[in-house]
T-cell receptor, first 110, second 118 residues
Framework: DAKTTQPTSMDCAEGRAANLPCNHSTISGNEYVYWYRQIHSQGPQYIIHGLKNNETNEMASLIITEDRKSSTLILPHATLRDTAVYYC???????????FGQGTRLTINP | GAVVSQHPSWVICKSGTSVKIECRSLDFQATTMFWYRQFPKQSLMLMATSNEGSKATYEQGVEKDKFLINHASLTLSTLTVTSAHPEDSSFYIC??????????????FGAGTRLSVL
């Protein structure tokens, strides 16, 4: 699976858009980019995933660069409840393992 | 999203006893279930992968005789920590995956079980 690199921590003001970057420069053509988040002392929550097209759902938007070497998760209107560790993971559909890195600790400030 | 239920959410036990943790997929059939462990301020570490009706595949360094995994049905997997010791104290999280179709190959996670061994 491709290695991903994320900033250790980020801050964002409540009500603003939170943009979380992820680098995956060694990603292969059949590897998807998945985003999960983990709120303190809970299990991870699936957010969104994509291959090469931008994706949007009720939680967030995923922007993947044309060369697929990086992506950005966008939380359009961050709330205090969005404070969590966000994990960007690249792996092959159907692969057995979802392996977590260290993620980005996002803090939403009032 | 799909719901994965994990029980108990918190357990305290004496050193040397065994503890069983249950993981259920409530509204879908899970072809594959996963068990993770998370120590404080660290990321999740995959312990093992199990497919219904077959033996679990353990990650390197995870003792299969200590962490017994049973995936008896498409909706239930159990993790038994045998002869638990204080160093086994951790946050254990299960995950279930619905299938291999592109739209459904998402892992859903339980809320976790915090194990404290005295």
């Amino acid at each position: 699976d491709a290695k991903t690199t994320q900033p250790t921590s980020m801050d964002c003001a409540e009500g603003r858009a939170a943009n979380l970057p992820c680098n995956h420069s060694t990603i292969s053509g059949n590897e998807y980019v998945y985003w999960y988040r983990q709120i303190h002392s809970q299990g991870p929550q699936y957010i969104i995933h994509g291959l090469k097209n931008n994706e949007t759902n009720e939680m967030a938007s995923l922007i993947i660069t044309e060369d697929r070497k990086s992506s950005t998760l966008i939380l359009p209107h961050a709330t205090l409840r969005d404070t969590a560790v966000y994990y960007c993971i690249a792996f092959i559909q159907g692969a057995q393992k979802l392996v977590f890195g260290q993620g980005t600790r996002l803090t939403i400030n009032p | 999203g799909a719901v994965v239920s994990q029980h108990p959410s918190w357990v305290i036990c004496k050193s040397g006893t065994s503890v069983k943790i249950e993981c259920r997929s409530l509204d879908f059939q899970a072809t594959t279930m996963f068990w993770y462990r998370q120590f404080p301020k660290q990321s999740l570490m995959l312990m093992a992968t199990s497919n219904e009706g077959s033996k679990a595949t353990y990650e390197q360094g995870v003792e299969k005789d200590k962490f017994l995994i049973n995936h008896a049905s498409l909706t239930l997997s159990t993790l038994t920590v045998t002869s638990a010791h204080p160093e086994d104290s951790s946050f254990y999280i299960c995950s279930a995956r619905r299938g291999l179709a592109v739209a459904k190959n998402i892992q859903y996670f339980g809320a976790g079980t915090r194990l404290s061994v005295l």
